[in-house]
């Protein structure tokens, strides 16, 4: 449950006000981006404004997942936070290894470095060493994802959305080719103009075909798109539906060009939704890509209240 306080963030008796034993920051030294400049400089702003003296924890990362297993072991330092200096699929690491972590008092944080950072400028309220030194928490529900039929499948989480269809389909064309917005652009025109849709079975028995399918616990992705006009998220113990079933590709840029510019409007709200994939199918959590293989079951459910969160 989200609570504003206005006490003062000197008051350490108040319940609500965090003053961590350790801040543990997890960066990526070879970031294209300025993670480890904006890693050392949350360290200087930390070591000269809190109240009170922390231990300061710098943890690079040395191999992709690597944030995973950092994250796990500092959710097992009492009273931690666990900071990640990076975009959305970083903080989605660290993410999943303070749930993988358990029953842990950990609060987590992201400061943005990289070019996807639609969780923080969604949901940040205040610069992150301003808030780390006014220590008020607020919890966040996350998004839960399980498979079945998918042997060795595990439940992850995703702190923004989940996204099946032509999203995560663009994402791994992108990643095929150098990074470059033109170039970019030109893998995101050739990949729609090749994209077929994919095929689903609900819970009911029908079957659909779907260009796309998202799961959104924020209102915005992909730094212009407004996905939904739902309020009080991602703390209200649902997530909205953004389904689009096939059409023709005009229709799909003019719903595209809709959601970069008006929005799209309220969606449907629920806190659990379960179908089949009935042909192999990727998907984004976060921005991060993986996939099902076919006739796997997705279901996707609401973690109210998961995350402990602080900015």
């Given at each position: ?117 639609d969780h923080h400028r ?66 995101v025109v050739r990949t ?45 113990g649902k997530f909205e ?71």
């Amino acid at each position: 449950m989200n609570t504003t306080h206005t006490t003062d963030p000197t008051d350490t008796t108040d319940p609500a006000i965090r003053r961590f034993d350790a801040i543990c920051v997890i960066f990526n030294p070879h970031s294209t981006g300025n993670a480890p400049e904006l890693a050392a400089q949350l360290r200087e702003q930390l070591a000269q404004g809190l109240p009170y003296s922390p231990e300061i924890r710098m943890l690079p990362t040395a191999y992709a997942g690597h944030a995973v297993d950092l994250a796990r072991e500092a959710a097992g330092t009492p009273n931690a936070l666990v900071v990640s200096v990076s975009g959305d699929g970083g903080y989605h690491e660290v993410v999943n290894g303070v749930m993988a972590a358990g029953t842990t008092d950990a609060v987590c944080a992201v400061l943005p470095a990289g070019n996807a950072n639609d969780h923080h400028r969604t949901t940040a309220r205040q610069p992150l060493a301003q808030a780390i030194a006014e220590g008020q928490v607020r919890d966040m529900d996350l998004l839960r994802l399980t498979t079945e039929n998918h042997p060795g499948a595990q439940a992850v989480h995703a702190h923004s959305y989940i996204g099946f269809g032509l999203t995560p389909v663009v994402a791994i064309d992108i990643d095929k080719g150098n990074k470059g917005a033109w170039k970019e652009a030109v893998s995101v025109v050739r990949t729609f103009a090749r994209f077929r849709p994919f095929r689903i079975e609900h819970t009911d028995g029908t079957r659909a075909e779907i260009d796309s399918l998202v799961f959104a616990n924020i209102a915005q992705m992909a730094k212009y798109a407004t996905l939904s006009e739902a309020e009080d998220r991602p703390a209200d113990g649902k997530f909205e539906v953004i389904l689009s079933p096939h059409t023709a590709k005009w229709k799909v840029l003019l719903k595209a060009a809709r959601a970069a510019t008006t929005g799209l409007g309220d969606q449907p709200s629920v806190a659990r939704y379960e179908f089949t994939a009935l042909k192999p199918m990727p998907y984004q959590l976060d921005g991060e890509v993986r996939s099902v293989p076919s006739h796997t079951t997705v279901r996707i459910e609401s973690a109210p209240s998961a995350l402990t969160v602080i900015g």
